[in-house]
């Protein structure tokens, strides 16, 4: 696969360079290369060549960095858990894809029951390995997103999928990566994003800075920015209202690129945000898991490009090899100007979720398009595309919502909250915005008030934390729109997160 073998030559043709910068100190891509053919040959000893898929749990150190290379390298494919989350959905997560090894770089590891490959205590081994042949179909990674049920959903993304992503970005002319570059990876590993933050830079031979373990995340960005002096930035829209009140303080030229995603971009603070970065290329990339992280990006510019509606940013256009369409709810092409779902076609589109037919029936589908059969992916996201070709976003048609970046479907906050509660009560999940301008979960409760601390705490062992609601509301009887909906704009007046 041509993206895997370009990783190889970089490692090797940028040995002598930092690689990390990883919770405060630096690691050269010769200490890279190294830990990777030492993990890649735990693999060959302990892990059947025709075992394709492999537990990670990722830590903030170079062993899960490398073992990511070391499994595509292997031709394999990464199952990331986050070991912070609760260890029951992780579990459920390598319940559903079958998993029998782990590669694990935890002091002491939670999953016993497993066989794990312990990468912070391995062997060295210091010849370099051959590429394994992969297969343009070979899964490169599943991730695992919120779903309505109460158990994760899976996104299988394929090496073909990975491949064409790199070189559409490579096609973009205001886009270019060097080997002097200082990027900012400020995402969990289980986070789509996350490909893109070190993926990139690695091709490139520039170092990666992550985000100590226990900092407090905006803080440290600030920190890195400030005194490492970073050149590229890659961010969720949210982290900017946490750094808002500093903003009087940052001055960065150094920084020449600064990419969000993951998020709605506010037409405000991206304005406020651009006079910190005098030197700087902004671009508010659009993009679900299930199309490979990006599909196009809109080249915001304070004075020259700031196309918005409601005071939200364009997503702007495709990118090279993909298609945008907007279809009403028959899957039919709206005209210009008019607002539907937006779906994405094109080589990125995830092979499907995982084990899942019926959500794959509702959220895929074949239409003709320049008279060729393609098939399209449902976005859920509201836009309408306007006479220069931009597509603006709107809202979204269903209830999946984004917190921390993260996509959360708020019937699997009701699903965990009602199975537990005792009353059987209605129970509404909301998304509800503070006054810095960031989402925040609120969990309305049709009763009157009583003790609802033990379904809280039997959430936190469920799902992860920041699927918790922080807020709550008990309401004695919701409001019902006229067609006998629960009124969810009116049920967001019963919350005070102010």
């Not at 940028?14 to 290369?33: C, G, M, P, R, W």
């Not at 599909?295 to 005071?311: C, I």
Request: aromatic share 14%; charged share 25%.
């Amino acid at each position: 696969m041509e993206f895997v073998k370009k990783l190889h030559q970089s490692i090797h043709t940028n040995a002598a360079l930092n690689a990390f910068y990883i919770e405060e100190t630096f690691y050269t891509y010769q200490e890279f290369s190294d830990l990777i053919n030492a993990i890649r040959f735990a693999i060959q000893q302990t892990i059947d060549e025709k075992e394709k898929m492999v537990g990670l749990v990722t830590n903030n150190d170079l062993q899960t960095y490398a073992a990511i290379l070391a499994l595509w390298f292997e031709g394999k494919t990464y199952v990331p858990v986050n070991p912070d989350l609760p260890k029951i959905r992780n579990q459920k997560i390598f319940e559903l894809t079958d998993i029998k090894h782990i590669i694990d770089s935890s002091e002491t590891t939670v999953f016993s029951n497993y066989r794990v490959i312990h990468s912070s205590t391995i062997a060295s081994y210091n010849e370099d390995l051959s590429l394994k042949n992969i297969k343009e179909n070979d899964l490169a990674y599943i991730l695992f997103t919120s779903g309505t049920t109460g158990l994760p959903k899976g996104v299988p993304i394929s090496f073909s999928n990975v491949n064409i992503l790199v070189n559409a970005i490579d096609k973009e002319p205001d886009f270019n990566l060097v080997a002097s570059d200082k990027c900012l990876q400020m995402f969990e590993l289980t986070f789509d994003f996350s490909v893109v933050t070190y993926l990139f830079p690695l091709l490139a031979g520039s170092c990666i800075y992550t985000i100590a373990k226990d900092a407090i995340k905006y803080f440290y960005v600030y920190k890195l920015i400030k005194e490492q002096k970073l050149t590229v930035l890659t961010m969720v829209p949210s982290i900017i209202n946490y750094l808002r009140p500093y903003f009087s303080e940052i001055n960065a030229p150094d920084v020449r690129y600064c990419s969000f995603g993951g998020g709605a971009l506010h037409a405000d603070i991206a304005k406020e945000w651009s006079e910190c970065l005098p030197n700087c290329k902004i671009f508010n990339y659009y993009g679900p898991t299930e199309y490979t992280v990006y599909s196009g990006f809109y080249p915001y510019h304070k004075d020259t490009n700031t196309k918005n509606h409601n005071g939200i940013i364009a997503i702007g256009k495709p990118q090279a090899g993909t298609q945008y369409i907007v279809v009403d709810e028959n899957n039919q092409e709206v005209p210009t100007g008019v607002t539907g779902e937006l779906c994405l076609g094109g080589g990125q589109v995830t092979p499907g979720y995982w084990k899942n037919p019926t959500k794959n029936k509702q959220s895929f589908f074949f239409k003709a398009y320049n008279e060729k059969k393609l098939r399209f992916y449902k976005t859920g996201d509201l836009v309408f595309k306007d006479e220069e070709g931009d597509f603006l976003y709107v809202g979204r048609s269903d209830f999946q919502v984004k917190i921390r970046g993260y996509r959360v479907e708020l019937a699997e906050i009701e699903y965990h909250a009602k199975s537990k509660c005792e009353k059987k009560v209605n129970m509404v999940a909301l998304d509800l915005k503070n006054k810095l301008g960031n989402a925040e979960l609120g969990l309305a409760i049709e009763s009157d008030k009583f003790d609802f601390s033990a379904v809280l705490e039997y959430m936190k062992t469920k799902i992860p934390d920041y699927m918790i609601p922080s807020h709550l509301a008990f309401v004695k009887e919701f409001p019902h729109s006229i067609n006998g909906k629960i009124d969810r704009k009116k049920l967001k007046t019963h919350f005070d997160i102010n």
